[in-house]
């Protein structure tokens, strides 16, 4: 199957700058995250041309197969910044959806592994990174709940949830690296977009940083396939 990378046009580009500018003004500093989201055509990312001038809009989330997402880029913004990233960091991302998030990480210089559980979105995903030449993005197909298994005696630097977690998932919290930090939303219908500290291997030892309210789909069990 081959995939279709729709051209960049100049309309696009001048919609990203504005974007930036928006994101600026929301209260998004770090430099990092604004010039990978500068750069990246975010309409590559979510099929209908028809909706790209909502695409670049700051607040807007945008329907993807399954029933899913394309985060809004405010909270694209919002999650990477909290990550606190540096280049050659390996990051765990559980939701790959449209793939852009995890795009925004590898132009950072991040080493992405990042899981799905929709079959269909999974498949087309990462025939289109793999089309974009991200080579640091592996992508696996599954319920991310406890880790994927291929690499469950790996440690990531950090780990990024892009769906509502119902709870924090304690066994993604052992898969991160003491020093290590993990972005998530936690609860039910509407989340709390908590940033968690692992200073240590006990849970005593988990800092947990409230930064607000969020409102994500669902981290859901199982895989779907
Ligand atoms: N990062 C994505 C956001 C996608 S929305 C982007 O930039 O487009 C969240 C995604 O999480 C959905 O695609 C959903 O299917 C996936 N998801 C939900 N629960 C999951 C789980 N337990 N394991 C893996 N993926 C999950």
Request: proline content about 5%; glycine content about 8%.
């Amino acid at each position: 199957m081959s995939v279709l990378i729709l051209p960049d046009q100049p309309k696009y580009v001048a919609w990203r700058h504005r974007m930036v500018q928006q994101l600026r003004q929301k209260g998004i500093t770090d430099e990092n995250v604004l010039k990978a989201m500068d750069k990246l055509p975010r309409h590559w990312f979510a099929g209908n041309t028809l909706l790209d001038h909502i695409l670049y809009d700051v607040d807007q989330a945008v329907a993807i197969d399954c029933g899913q997402t394309i985060s809004k880029p405010y909270t694209v913004a919002w999650q990477t910044q909290l990550l606190q990233l540096n280049p050659f960091m390996s990051v765990f991302e559980v939701g790959t959806g449209s793939g852009y998030q995890t795009a925004v990480l590898c132009e950072m210089g991040a080493r992405v592994y990042t899981v799905e559980r929709h079959a269909p979105l999974f498949r087309k995903t990462k025939e289109l990174l793999a089309a974009l030449r991200y080579t640091h993005a592996h992508c696996f197909l599954g319920d991310s709940w406890d880790g994927i298994p291929e690499m469950k005696d790996f440690l990531y630097d950090r780990i990024l949830v892009t769906c509502g977690a119902p709870t924090l998932p304690e066994g993604l919290m052992r898969q991160l690296k003491v020093g290590g930090m993990m972005v998530i939303p936690v609860g039910t219908t509407e989340q709390r977009m908590l940033r968690i500290r692992k200073e240590g291997e006990e849970p005593s030892q988990w800092q947990v940083e409230d930064h607000g309210n969020a409102k994500f789909v669902p981290m859901l069990e199982g895989r779907n396939f």
